[in-house]
C-alpha cells in the first residue's frame, strides 16, 4: 500500500471512531471536526455520505478523474515543438519566460519543466551540493562595483570578450559591451561609462588580470608597489582596486556570467546579429535594460555612495588613458609605439628638447602630449598632428583608423 492510501486508510478509521462517539453523544459535532482536522461542514457532510453510502462513501472522488486545468495533447505538442525548432538552446527558465511574453502561456514554470523532462527534452538537474553562505552584499549601490570579462561564442563560430560592470549592493548592470580582447583600454571605456552614467564610486572588485594588477607568482599576491594603467587612473579618481584572490570570492560575478551566457546568445540568434557593432547596439538598446528590469534586487539601504563627477584641472578621459613618459628629441619630436610625434611651435617656449613630457593614449587609439598639466598637441592614431581644439580623429579618416574609435562608445567593430 503505497502512502496516499495508507493515509486514506487511517482517516476513514479515524472517521468512524469519531462518528460513533457523537453518536453515542461522547462528543459534539464540533469536537469531532476539531479531533479530524476538519470544519464542522465537511464532518457533516461525510457523515451524511457514510450513512448514505457506507466506508464507500468517503472515499475521495478526485481520484482518478482529470484535472479541469490538464494541459490537451496539442497544448503540450506545441509547447514541444517551439522549443525544439526556435528554442533549442535556451534554459528552461529563459523559455518559460518566452512563453510568456511572446507565445501568451499562461503554465507555470514547474509545469513547463516538467513537460521537457517527460519528453526527454532536458535532463533532470544534479542535486545541490553543500550549503555555502554567500557574501552580504553591499548595503548601498557605488560602495563597490564588479567588473570582469568572459570569453565565450556569443554568436555562432566566433567568441568574443564580454566586458561586464555591474553593482554589488543590487545586481544593476550599468555598462555591457563586446571586444575581441579584455585588456586595458576595454577597462577605461567600461569605467568611464559608468562614472558618466552614475558618478565616482568607492571601489572595484576584480579578478588578478594582467591588466589590473602585476603578479610576480602564479596565483601569488598582487605587488601594490607597482601599479598598472588601471590600478594608477583608479588611484587618481579616488576609487580603490580589490584584488580577488579565489573564484569562490568573486561567486557573485561567476553567477552574472552564467546568467549572460545562458540567455544572450540566443538572444542574439533570434535576432540574426552576427556582427560586433550590431551586437553592441542591441546590448544598449534592448538587452541591457531588459536585463536590470528583470534581475536587479533592492538594495539594503535607501540612498546612493555614487559622487557626481565635477571634473577640474584634468578631463576624465585624460585619466583614464595610457599614461607613458618620454624625453623629447632634439628635433622636438618624440617616439611612441613606432611613430614620431612632432610638437609644434609654443608661443611660451622655443622648444621642448630634452624636456620629459607625458603621452596620453587613449581607447580610440589617438595621442595626446602633455607637459605638466598642459597639453601640447593632439595627434590621430597615425600619429598626424591635429588642430588643437579640433577632434581627435579627422572626419575623413579611413575606417581602418576610425575602426577603433567606435570601441569607445561600446559599438566595436573589427580593424582590416
Known amino acids: 500500500m503505497d502512502k496516499g492510501n495508507l493515509l486514506r486508510e487511517i482517516r476513514k478509521m479515524r472517521f468512524e471512531e469519531l462518528y460513533e462517539r457523537r453518536l453515542g453523544g461522547?462528543?459534539?459535532?464540533?469536537?469531532?471536526?476539531?479531533i479530524l482536522g476538519v470544519?464542522?461542514?465537511?464532518?457533516?457532510?461525510?457523515s451524511r455520505r457514510?450513512?448514505?453510502?457506507?466506508?464507500?462513501g468517503l472515499a475521495d472522488r478526485r481520484i482518478g478523474m482529470a484535472s479541469h486545468r490538464r494541459a490537451s495533447i496539442d497544448e503540450v505538442l506545441e509547447m514541444l515543438n517551439l522549443f525544439e525548432t526556435h528554442y533549442f538552446d535556451f534554459n528552461v527558465k529563459h523559455f518559460h519566460q518566452k512563453l510568456k511574453t511572446v507565445h501568451g502561456s499562461t503554465r507555470s514554470y514547474t509545469w513547463t519543466k516538467n513537460r521537457l523532462q517527460a519528453a526527454g527534452k532536458i535532463a533532470k538537474g544534479k542535486s545541490s551540493g553543500t550549503h555555502r553562505r554567500k557574501r552580504p552584499r553591499k548595503p548601498l549601490p557605488g560602495m563597490m562595483l564588479h567588473q570582469d570579462g568572459s570569453?565565450?561564442?556569443?554568436?555562432?563560430?566566433?567568441?568574443?570578450?564580454?566586458?561586464?560592470?555591474?553593482?554589488?549592493?543590487?545586481?544593476?548592470?550599468?555598462?555591457?559591451?563586446f571586444v575581441e580582447q579584455e585588456g586595458t583600454m576595454s577597462t577605461f571605456i567600461a569605467i568611464e561609462e559608468v562614472i558618466k552614467a552614475k558618478g565616482l564610486f568607492c571601489s572595484l572588485y576584480t579578478d588578478r588580470g594582467s591588466h589590473y594588477w602585476l603578479t610576480r607568482e602564479v596565483d601569488g599576491k598582487v605587488d601594490k608597489m607597482c601599479p598598472t594603467?588601471?590600478?594608477?587612473?583608479?588611484?587618481?579618481?579616488?576609487?580603490?582596486?580589490?584584488?580577488?584572490y579565489s573564484p569562490e570570492a568573486r561567486g557573485r560575478c561567476e553567477r552574472q556570467f552564467g546568467t549572460l551566457q545562458s540567455r544572450w546568445p540566443?538572444?542574439?540568434?533570434?535576432?540574426?546579429?552576427?556582427?560586433?557593432?550590431?551586437?553592441?547596439r542591441y546590448l544598449k538598446d534592448i538587452l541591457i535594460p531588459r536585463f536590470n528590469k528583470e534581475f536587479t534586487v533592492k538594495a539594503e539601504a535607501d540612498g546612493s555612495a555614487f559622487v557626481p563627477w565635477i571634473g577640474g584641472n584634468e578631463t576624465l578621459s585624460d585619466i583614464l588613458c595610457v599614461h607613458e613618459d618620454r624625453i623629447v628629441g632634439k628635433d622636438n619630436t618624440i617616439r611612441f609605439d613606432n611613430k614620431s610625434l612632432q610638437i609644434p611651435a609654443d608661443k611660451y617656449r622655443y622648444h621642448y628638447v630634452k624636456a620629459t613630457?607625458?603621452?596620453h593614449e587613449y581607447p580610440d587609439a589617438s595621442l595626446a602630449v602633455f607637459h605638466g598639466p598642459r597639453c601640447l598637441a593632439r595627434y590621430n592614431a597615425r600619429g598626424e598632428l591635429l588642430a588643437m581644439g579640433a577632434d581627435r580623429l579627422p572626419a575623413n579618416a579611413p575606417d581602418t583608423v576610425v575602426a577603433s574609435s567606435n570601441l569607445h562608445q561600446g559599438l566595436v567593430v573589427s580593424s582590416a
Open 229 to 244: 594603467q588601471v590600478n594608477r587612473a583608479l588611484k587618481q579618481l579616488g576609487i580603490e582596486l580589490i584584488p580577488a
Open 39 to 46: 470544519d464542522q461542514r465537511t464532518f457533516r457532510r461525510w
Open 50 to 56: 457514510y450513512e448514505e453510502e457506507g466506508a464507500e
Open 151 to 177: 570569453t565565450h561564442e556569443w554568436v555562432p563560430g566566433v567568441k568574443w570578450d564580454l566586458i561586464i560592470t555591474f553593482d554589488d549592493a543590487n545586481s544593476e548592470l550599468y555598462s555591457a559591451f
Open 266 to 280: 540566443q538572444e542574439l540568434r533570434l535576432e540574426g546579429i552576427t556582427e560586433m557593432y550590431s551586437a553592441n
Open 26 to 34: 461522547k462528543l459534539t459535532t464540533l469536537e469531532a471536526a476539531d
Open 357 to 359: 613630457v607625458r603621452v
